[in-house]
């Protein structure tokens, strides 16, 4: 069984940014690949970005590369996802999320675990 809890969701003006984290409990949080979504109400969730259980690898959503980056602590059992440049577009709530099954890191499907979100809003 894994708990997650994000935090540093906000308000923030366009072009600003934020740092999200997501910590982990257990004992085993280096074994499990990590991801971002998004959602906004109405619509599906949508991936934002994935890290490798080491952290060595990464990947994101067209929509956000070049703007947000996701790292880890392993030690600290926390990922972490940096937003920067924000745009009004990037407005929804935030989960990480533990990946279990499946090829592929974009569909949550392949997702076990969520934490409870964490609200971002940018005004333009």
């Known amino acids: 069984q894994v708990q997650l809890v994000e935090s540093g969701g906000g308000l923030v003006q366009a072009g600003g940014s934020l740092r999200l984290s997501c910590t982990a409990s257990?004992?085993?949080?280096?074994?499990?690949?990590m991801g971002w979504f998004r959602q906004v109400p109405g619509k599906d969730r949508e991936f934002v970005g994935a890290?490798?259980?080491?952290?060595?690898?990464?990947q994101y959503a067209d929509s956000v590369k070049g703007r947000f980056t996701i790292s880890r602590d392993n030690a600290k059992k926390t990922v972490y996802l940096q937003l920067n440049s924000l745009k009004p577009e990037d407005t929804a709530v935030y989960y990480c999320?533990?990946?279990?099954?499946?090829?592929?890191?974009?569909?949550?499907?392949?997702?076990?675990?969520w934490g409870q979100g964490t609200q971002v809003t940018v005004s333009s």
């Open positions: 257990g004992r085993t949080f280096s074994s499990y690949a």
């Open positions: 999320a533990v990946r279990q099954t499946g090829a592929s890191a974009v569909s949550p499907l392949n997702y076990g675990y």
């Open positions: 890290i490798s259980r080491s952290g060595d690898s990464t």
